[in-house]
């Protein structure tokens, strides 16, 4: 099976969230499976090319695309994913992709992918390359279903290509102004109140692309239940209700080459179950290079994360005082964002210096660290489409605590609601209350050795890797090209 995979982002060229390690990850193991995959992204001005080994397509040149009144041009360079032979197209334009981030707020953002979009159908027709399916990905490639229908299908190279359009975050929709219809090649046919282009009274790049797409997906089976009510939906509930016969939820697979406690490099000490032991000279690693006493009998609860208003840290504020000075836990920090939420963790840090311990950024290594050193990892999000690091954790034996949203709810399994088959605790109210009994649920039972033991055991033992995930994408693909065949 041909597979056309375009993405905004994509490991190890250009990553602002999940989407990137998607990107990176999904494409090989599909290959793996003895599919052609080529992926199509931006050349943004952080990308350098010689570091990535590209090559400039010389026979590629200046290819003109217009857009509203203005005709842009664009190059290519081509490379190949990572170690794996998954061929990458990456689209130069400097007039749009040469800013200091990956997105912005400037009043051309539609364009900039617009601009992508044109182009990789351009750069498909240039090679007579006919894919079987294109897999979009958010709004930045959701007019592609669109273009594919309306635009494109003048060509026979694309005449029995179906469509996949992938939402890895529904907050994130692309909606513009009317005028963008205009900028992007369409007619104003399908923009009307509530049709296939129109939210809330904008041009909705992702409405446009669940509304033509052959069969949509998105991170977690809960999550895809979630994003169809009116609480989680963010407005595109209707729309993905109506389509709710073609909604999947397959969830992300993680790369057990480098998250792998028994060989991961960045780690103090590599340990197995059948080793656990060994993973207290993690912790004791850990919590001194926070600056905190080790205490073998202390648990460690771990964060990693973006401070946003999504991971849910306003339930940990009311209770952190409370569990230092009822079960006496240390805490340690890893991540950035809003000032709110940086000052809260680093007041806590001074008011409690031997149990809090905070880094305001970002440091792979000690993110590393704190999975493979900490006894429990929290993650109270508001929502969660589907998570990686309650995987990571439950790999590295470090038991998650998580709001039972999302892919969290699809992963982390409480152990008193599912015993024998508890692999960690969650909880539902998004309340401090139902965090700070969930909590202490947790440090009970770490009390018990041997329970304990067991709960770690299911964790490490389960297989999150890439290889079942890349399988039903496959089978999602071959649904797809059935629907588009006319089949159902």
Known sequence: MKICFVSSECVPYVKT???????????????????EVKVFLPLYQSINTIDHELTFCADIMNIPVQIGPHTRTFNTWYGKLGDSEVEVYLIDCPHYYHRPTTYTSDQDEDERFILLQHAMFKVMQHYSWSPDVIHCNDWQTGLVPVYLRKLYNWDDLFAQTATVFSLHNIA??????????????????????????????AFC???????YADKISTVSET?????QTPELGADMDGALRSRSYDLVGILNGIDPGEWDPATDPLIPQNYTFKKIEK?????????????????ESVPVLGIVTRFAVQKGLELLQPIVAPLIEQHGVQLVVLGSGEHGYEQFFQRASQRFPQNVGTYIGYNNELAHWIEAGSDMFIMPSRYEPCGLNQMYSLRYGTVPIVRKTGGLADTVHDFHEFHTKGNGFSFVDFSPFALYTTISRAINLFRKTESWRSVQERGMSQDFSWDASAQRYLDLYEWAIERRLGGY
């Open 279 to 295: 993973k207290q000279v993690n912790k004791k690693k850990l919590v001194e290079r926070f600056g905190l006493p080790y205490d």
């Open 205 to 211: 790049f992702m409405k446009a692309g669940v509304s």
């Open 17 to 35: 969230g999940g989407l990137a390690d998607v990107s990176g990850a999904l494409p090989p193991a599909l290959h793996g499976l003895g599919c």
């Open 223 to 227: 999550y895809a239940k979630e994003i």
């Open 172 to 201: 994130y929709q692309g909606r513009f102004h009317s005028s963008s219809v205009e900028r992007a090649g369409l007619l104003y046919d399908d923009y009307y109140p509530g049709g296939p282009y129109e939210l809330k009274g």
